[in-house]
């Protein structure tokens, strides 16, 4: 017969997801490149939402889970010369994450 009901502790997720980017560098000429590929963890409440935005205009991002992966295949938001990215991720308790960076192509 059990009398205790054993060891419970609360935790606070508070830290926000990290973005590592795998291509795109502030000012890389990225002209022979087909696809941007990102790496976006959460060690604790996982990935709620990601938004991507290259010129202002909201992206598809295609989504490896396996290896949280996310990719973006270059359309025609990309114009020749300077061109500008930002990537939000936002874990589930509301912790956000930001990437930005200017490129040319």
């Known amino acids: 017969e059990s009398r205790g009901f054993g060891d419970y502790y609360i935790a606070v997720d508070t830290i926000p997801p ?3 980017t795998l291509s795109v560098t502030e000012g890389k000429l ?3 490149y087909t696809k941007f590929q990102f790496k976006i963890t959460d060690n604790f409440s996982g990935i709620e939402e990601y938004n991507c935005f290259i010129n202002g ?3 598809v991002l295609a ?4 290896k949280a ?3 973006y295949t270059v359309d025609d938001n ?3 010369g300077t061109n500008s990215i930002l990537l939000i991720a936002k874990d589930k308790r509301n912790n956000a994450s930001t990437f930005s960076a200017d490129f040319v192509y």
């Open 63 to 66: 989504l490896d889970g396996k």
């Open 57 to 59: 205009n909201w992206v």
């Open 18 to 20: 990290k973005i590592a």
């Open 78 to 80: 990309v114009v020749r």
């Open 30 to 32: 990225m002209t022979k």
């Open 69 to 71: 992966l996310y990719t």
